[in-house]
T-cell receptor, first 111, second 115 residues
Framework: GQQVMQIPQYQHVQEGEDFTTYCNSSTTLSNIQWYKQRPGGHPVFLIQLVKSGEVKKQKRLTFQFGEAKKNSSLHITATQTTDVGTYFCAGPPIGSYIPTFGRGTSLIVHP | NAGVMQNPRHLVRRRGQEARLRCSPMKGHSHVYWYRQLPEEGLKFMVYLQKENIIDESGMPKERFSAEFPKEGPSILRIQQVVRGDSAAYFC?????????????FGPGTRLTVL
């Protein structure tokens, strides 16, 4: 079945440093979604990318969807302590409505 | 404008008991997904339902687990004869339906502990 891998599993940064998490799917995706989950909380939708090669920005966050629609990345510029949490990518394979979630990257920001 | 509601937020059961988890989707949403999350792991898809229909239950164990989304009332995930391995956080998410925007809105989750 479809597998979605995310790396790294954990990332420690000093406040102000940049952060990137990578997402790779074993199959072509119809879209890629990114979610953020704070410790003890629930996943919150951040963004959805649909087109091959698409890039979207939300303030300090930049999201990319690969040309082959099998990989994606999330980059945070100048991290803040409020960025702490686990970032999940999720994507349904072509022809499916069920997104497969990656295991997430936990971001720890040290002040 | 209430979001997705789940109850109870915390549930403790002894081995062999039944657990019933409830999920009320956002107003206007007719699609519900249930996920299970173990500590420091991702979300594992269990079941996808529309009103009165199970669309995809490929992620749900065949035994002891069942789900429904009746015409009236919340969606219910039922776990019979719980075992310690069922301890996890169970999240439901709702969406208006598949389409150009597949965003899922998650509830706060039910943390199930089996003693």
């Amino acid at each position: 079945g479809q597998q979605v891998m995310q790396i790294p599993q954990y990332q420690h940064v000093q406040e102000g440093e940049d952060f990137t998490t990578y997402c790779n799917s074993s199959t072509t995706l119809s879209n890629i979604q990114w979610y953020k989950q704070r410790p003890g909380g629930h996943p919150v939708f951040l963004i959805q990318l649909v087109k091959s090669g698409e890039v979207k920005k939300q303030k300090r966050l930049t999201f990319q969807f690969g040309e082959a629609k099998k990989n994606s990345s999330l980059h945070i510029t100048a991290t803040q302590t409020t960025d702490v949490g686990t970032y999940f990518c999720a994507g349904p394979p072509i022809g499916s409505y069920i997104p497969t979630f990656g295991r997430g990257t936990s971001l720890i920001v040290h002040p | 404008n209430a979001g997705v509601m789940q109850n109870p937020r915390h549930l403790v059961r002894r081995r062999g008991q039944e657990a019933r988890l409830r999920c009320s989707p956002m107003k206007g949403h007719s699609h519900v997904y249930w996920y299970r999350q173990l500590p420091e792991e991702g979300l594992k898809f269990m079941v996808y339902l529309q009103k009165e229909n199970i669309i995809d239950e490929s992620g749900m164990p065949k035994e002891r687990f069942s789900a429904e989304f009746p015409k009236e009332g919340p969606s219910i995930l039922r776990i019979q004869q719980v075992v310690r391995g069922d301890s996890a956080a169970y999240f439901c998410a709702s969406s208006p339906g598949p389409g150009a925007r597949d965003e899922q809105f998650f509830g706060p989750g039910t943390r199930l502990t089996v003693l």
